[in-house]
């Protein structure tokens, strides 16, 4: 270790800088400063020399130029264990810079406020990185800090070590800088590509760049850890930019869960609730009001709805409130919540109130880690306008009540876990067959999980039947009518069986497997 004496700060965030540097000052390290932040100091009363000074050359281009600079960067690159890197830099006069403190043009703040294309580019950095990067490569004689939470962890250093800084500091917040500097560059490439008119579906290289929201309980289990982390420039649908109104830390399963109520809720126009359980639902249904689809969502299945999460898209009411709380619920996930609905749900102050805008759309891709890599797919955002010019494939045609039910029931099974079956009226659904490895079981399963009779009800499959069973099972439940892809080796089969039963049969030509 070797004693500070000399130091380079520009900040944008002026957060405890003042304080900062009247701790270095105070040591007798000289202070190298740049525009602002120079002005902020010498007005605090400390002693502060300009770049510009130093280097013998002026700012220029508007500020685009200040640091970039032998003098500067030579100071910073140089190792102060090799005689020639030393010889070299005595040989121009460029004086040994022993601490960076710099952080960034705020990139990210700026195209949050929907700034123009321009205010942007002059918001991307360009001798900050290149100054933290070199003081990071260089970090056995350079200590260089790019986040204000740690000036505290360096001034008790100094303190301690009479003016030095520990090598094990210098190495983390080094490494710190490295990752500060690579997320902020990912989001100016996130930001460029809106604007890339030849853009790939999918680009060569993935940055990702999230931030860390929160430390969560635990994971899926107790023995797991688990983190939230925030996508940048998030503009669509969001659960990390939900209101929380009342209730507990959310854990690692209700956001898991809420995410899936959020993404079957965004089906509906109507009045809808969905009752979702270990991420698949359990009960949807429509209504006339609020009210009235809860009621038919839980009805759907009420031993599962026991803990789990709903999702509403309506304003919450006095009345729809007061009928939930009387089920154990986790979660209750809604674009709004009345006065009197929240005074309601303060009686079970444990239940968590999430208020989301289900109003923005879907944005992104859908990311599966695997070992080794990631799997990469858009999301399945297909959706059937005009259910009445599908290709009815039976000799009998649907009538106006079970094309709403075989509607009804597609943008459910769209959600369910394949194999999916789902059982539906025209507003509620009455059995859901979930993740079995056949078809056929999946419709067995299905049945099993109604509440009464499945007589008139109509049948939503994710895939296509494979051949005639699953038909034959869900005829035999009363079933009238099946919405499924089609695309099956033995179609001719499945449809012949339809026709033996006068079940009407509709083709989507869409596949809805989620796994």
Same mark, same amino acid.
């Given at each position: 270790?070797? *004693?500070?004496?000399?130091?380079?700060?520009?900040? /944008?965030?002026?957060?405890?800088?003042? +304080? =900062?540097?009247?701790?270095? /000052?105070?040591?007798?390290?000289?202070?190298?400063?740049?525009?602002?932040?120079?002005?902020?100091?010498?007005?605090?009363?400390?002693?502060?020399?300009?770049?510009?000074?130093?280097?013998?050359?002026? %700012?220029?281009?508007?500020?685009?130029?200040?640091?970039? #600079? !032998?003098?500067? #960067?030579?100071?910073?690159?140089?190792?102060?264990? &090799?005689?020639?890197?030393?010889?070299?830099?005595?040989?121009?006069?460029?004086?040994?810079?022993?601490?960076?403190?710099?952080?960034?043009?705020?990139?990210?703040?700026?195209?949050?406020?929907?700034?123009?294309?321009?205010?942007?580019? $002059?918001?991307?950095?360009?001798?900050?990185?290149?100054?933290?990067?070199?003081? /990071?490569?260089?970090?056995?004689? @350079?200590?260089?800090?790019?986040?204000?939470?740690?000036?505290?962890?360096?001034?008790?250093?100094?303190?301690? &070590?009479?003016? %030095?800084?520990?090598?094990?500091?210098?190495?983390?917040?080094?490494?710190?800088?490295?990752?500060?500097?690579?997320?902020?560059?990912?989001?100016?490439?996130?930001?460029?590509?809106?604007? +890339?008119?030849?853009? %790939?579906?999918?680009?060569?290289?993935? &940055?990702?760049?999230?931030?860390?929201?929160?430390?969560?309980?635990?994971?899926?289990?107790?023995?797991?850890?688990?983190?939230?982390?925030?996508? !940048?420039?998030?503009?669509?649908?969001?659960?990390?930019?939900?209101?929380?109104?009342?209730?507990?830390?959310?854990?690692?399963?209700?956001?898991?869960?809420?995410?899936?109520?959020? +993404?079957?809720?965004?089906?509906?126009? $109507?009045?809808?609730?969905?009752?979702?359980?270990?991420?698949? !639902?359990?009960?949807?249904?429509?209504?006339?009001?609020?009210? %009235?689809?809860?009621?038919?969502?839980?009805?759907?299945?009420?031993?599962?709805? =026991?803990?789990?999460?709903?999702?509403?898209?309506?304003? @919450?009411? $006095?009345?729809?409130?007061?009928?939930?709380?009387?089920?154990?619920?986790?979660?209750?996930?809604?674009?709004? =919540?009345?006065?009197?609905?929240?005074?309601?749900?303060?009686?079970?102050?444990?239940?968590?109130?999430?208020?989301?805008?289900?109003?923005?759309? #879907?944005?992104?891709?859908?990311?599966?880690?695997?070992?080794?890599?990631?799997?990469?797919?858009? *999301?399945?955002?297909?959706?059937?306008?005009? =259910?009445?010019?599908?290709?009815? @494939?039976?000799?009998?045609?649907?009538?106006?009540?079970?094309?709403?039910?075989?509607?009804?029931?597609?943008?459910?099974? *769209? #959600?369910?876990?394949?194999?999916?079956?789902?059982?539906?009226?025209?507003?509620?659904?009455?059995?859901?067959?979930?993740?079995?490895?056949?078809?056929?079981?999946?419709?067995?399963?299905?049945?099993?999980?109604?509440?009464?009779?499945?007589?008139?009800? @109509?049948?939503? /499959?994710?895939?296509?039947?494979?051949?005639?069973?699953?038909?034959?099972?869900?005829?035999?439940?009363?079933?009238?009518?099946?919405?499924?892809?089609?695309?099956?080796?033995?179609?001719?089969?499945?449809?012949?069986?339809?026709?033996?039963?006068?079940?009407?049969?509709?083709?989507?030509?869409?596949?809805?497997? *989620?796994?």
């Amino acid at each position: 270790m070797a *004693k500070i004496q000399r130091a380079l700060i520009s900040v /944008s965030d002026k957060r405890g800088i003042v +304080e =900062f540097a009247q701790e270095l /000052s105070a040591r007798g390290i000289d202070i190298l400063s740049t525009g602002g932040t120079a002005k902020t100091l010498r007005d605090a009363g400390i002693a502060v020399r300009e770049v510009s000074d130093y280097t013998g050359f002026p %700012e220029m281009l508007d500020g685009r130029l200040k640091t970039l #600079h !032998p003098k500067i #960067h030579g100071g910073l690159l140089a190792r102060r264990d &090799n005689i020639r890197d030393m010889a070299d830099i005595s040989q121009h006069d460029i004086k040994p810079i022993d601490m960076v403190v710099v952080n960034l043009y705020p990139f990210e703040e700026t195209v949050s406020k929907d700034a123009s294309f321009d205010e942007a580019i $002059e918001n991307i950095d360009i001798g900050g990185p290149t100054m933290l990067r070199a003081a /990071s490569k260089n970090f056995k004689d @350079v200590t260089v800090i790019v986040d204000p939470a740690d000036y505290m962890r360096v001034v008790e250093e100094l303190k301690a &070590n009479n003016g %030095e800084v520990s090598f094990d500091t210098k190495f983390y917040l080094a490494r710190k800088v490295f990752s500060h500097t690579a997320r902020y560059d990912a989001i100016i490439s996130q930001y460029l590509a809106r604007y +890339e008119v030849t853009a %790939e579906t999918f680009p060569r290289y993935l &940055n990702q760049s999230l931030s860390k929201v929160m430390d969560l309980r635990y994971g899926e289990n107790p023995h797991q850890k688990a983190a939230l982390y925030k996508e !940048p420039l998030w503009g669509g649908l969001s659960l990390i930019d939900s209101k929380v109104l009342q209730g507990k830390e959310m854990s690692y399963n209700n956001y898991l869960d809420a995410a899936s109520a959020l +993404e079957l809720i965004k089906e509906f126009r $109507e009045p809808a609730a969905v009752i979702i359980k270990h991420n698949n !639902p359990c009960g949807v249904a429509i209504g006339e009001n609020l009210l %009235e689809a809860y009621k038919r969502a839980y009805k759907s299945d009420p031993v599962s709805a =026991f803990g789990g999460i709903i999702a509403l898209n309506r304003e @919450v009411d $006095e009345a729809t409130a007061s009928e939930i709380i009387t089920l154990f619920v986790e979660v209750v996930l809604a674009p709004a =919540f009345s006065l009197e609905a929240i005074k309601v749900f303060s009686k079970k102050p444990n239940i968590r109130l999430l208020q989301v805008d289900i109003s923005r759309e #879907h944005q992104g891709f859908d990311l599966r880690r695997i070992p080794g890599g990631l799997l990469v797919q858009e *999301k399945d955002t297909a959706m059937i306008e005009d =259910f009445e010019k599908l290709k009815v @494939v039976t000799k009998r045609r649907p009538t106006d009540d079970e094309l709403q039910a075989l509607s009804f029931a597609w943008r459910v099974c *769209k #959600h369910v876990k394949s194999n999916a079956i789902v059982y539906a009226t025209k507003d509620q659904t009455l059995g859901i067959g979930i993740g079995q490895t056949s078809r056929v079981d999946s419709a067995k399963f299905g049945a099993m999980k109604a509440q009464g009779s499945l007589e008139g009800a @109509v049948v939503a /499959s994710d895939g296509f039947f494979p051949q005639r069973d699953g038909i034959d099972v869900i005829a035999k439940k009363g079933v009238t009518a099946v919405i499924q892809p089609g695309g099956s080796l033995k179609d001719d089969e499945v449809i012949a069986a339809a026709d033996e039963y006068k079940m009407a049969m509709i083709f989507t030509g869409i596949r809805h497997f *989620k796994h």
